[in-house]
């Protein structure tokens, strides 16, 4: 296949066109690859044909390159209480990456399933509501609300932003469960990933009590845990 070498092909395989939670690739590294094929030169149709995977879900795959960048680490195969990429790809049809962050945002702080995520893109597509009141809009509709607790924070150095940019989906999530370990060891259950330029943690009212309690600044103690580890091996 055009465009990628016989290791890319073997995990964009390994990849694909399988219900197991654990992949070599996430989604994202995935449509990376993928662009790299048709950018090449290699038909939708040859890439099918390759990886055993539908031409639709080629295309859906790909659209997540239109996704906000502070947004695409969010985005893996086990969905909830992460995206899964065919939530993300109907939030990548949003024009502006403004709307798309606080789509991302609500899905994970409310857990908006895949269907709740489409009526909210659509009645924007087709209104002038902002898409703030679309979201608020589907909250009506619902008959309960599960409340979770989102935090946020940027990465601040530059030197390991770089680094990060380097690491696979997968090296970037264990590092940021180390780093979130040390600073909460006591913390039972929460989710969060790690970008190049941001980390998103997620959790119930334990998560939300935790931090409220820390003596310091959690964006700022994981900023220092991330330059202590990363850069130490410079």
Same mark, same amino acid.
């Given at each position: 296949?055009?465009?990628?070498?016989?290791?890319?092909?073997?995990?964009?395989?390994?990849?694909?066109?399988?219900?197991?939670?654990?992949?070599?690739?996430?989604? #994202?590294?995935?449509?990376?690859?993928?662009?790299?094929?048709?950018? %090449?030169?290699?038909?939708?149709?040859?890439?099918? &044909?390759?990886?055993?995977?539908?031409?639709?879900?080629?295309?859906?795959?790909?659209?997540?390159?239109?996704?906000?960048?502070?947004?695409?680490?969010?985005?893996?195969?086990?969905? &909830?209480?992460?995206?899964?990429?065919?939530? %993300?790809?109907?939030?990548?049809?949003?024009?502006?990456?403004?709307?798309?962050?606080?789509?991302?945002?609500?899905?994970?702080?409310?857990?908006?399933?895949?269907?709740?995520?489409?009526? #909210?893109?659509?009645?924007?597509?087709?209104?002038? &509501? !902002?898409?703030?009141?679309?979201?608020?809009? #589907?909250?009506?509709?619902?008959?309960?609300?599960?409340?979770?607790?989102?935090? #946020?924070?940027?990465?601040?150095? !530059?030197?390991?932003?770089?680094?990060?940019?380097?690491?696979?989906?997968?090296?970037?999530?264990?590092?940021?469960?180390?780093?979130?370990?040390?600073?909460?060891?006591?913390?039972?259950?929460?989710?969060?990933?790690?970008?190049?330029?941001?980390?998103?943690?997620?959790?119930?009212?334990?998560?939300?009590?935790?931090?409220?309690?820390?003596?310091?600044?959690?964006?700022? !103690?994981?900023?220092?845990?991330?330059? !202590?580890?990363?850069?130490?091996?410079?």
């Amino acid at each position: 296949m055009r465009g990628v070498s016989a290791e890319e092909l073997r995990d964009l395989i390994l990849s694909v066109g399988t219900h197991k939670q654990e992949r070599i690739l996430s989604p #994202i590294e995935v449509a990376e690859l993928l662009e790299k094929a048709t950018n %090449a030169g290699t038909a939708i149709q040859e890439i099918s &044909k390759e990886i055993l995977l539908s031409p639709t879900m080629i295309i859906r795959l790909r659209r997540l390159l239109k996704l906000a960048p502070e947004i695409r680490h969010i985005v893996d195969w086990k969905g &909830k209480p992460k995206i899964s990429p065919s939530t %993300a790809s109907e939030i990548a049809c949003l024009k502006t990456l403004k709307e798309q962050d606080f789509l991302a945002n609500a899905t994970l702080e409310h857990g908006l399933s895949k269907s709740e995520v489409i009526q #909210i893109v659509e009645v924007r597509r087709k209104s002038s &509501k !902002s898409v703030n009141e679309c979201v608020e809009e #589907i909250f009506k509709m619902r008959p309960r609300m599960i409340r979770r607790y989102l935090f #946020i924070g940027a990465v601040k150095s !530059s030197e390991v932003q770089d680094r990060l940019s380097k690491m696979p989906q997968k090296e970037r999530n264990v590092l940021f469960n180390n780093v979130v370990t040390l600073n909460l060891p006591n913390l039972a259950s929460w989710d969060g990933s790690l970008g190049v330029n941001r980390f998103t943690l997620i959790g119930n009212e334990d998560l939300n009590e935790t931090i409220s309690k820390l003596p310091t600044d959690f964006a700022s !103690s994981i900023n220092a845990h991330l330059e !202590s580890i990363i850069l130490k091996h410079e």
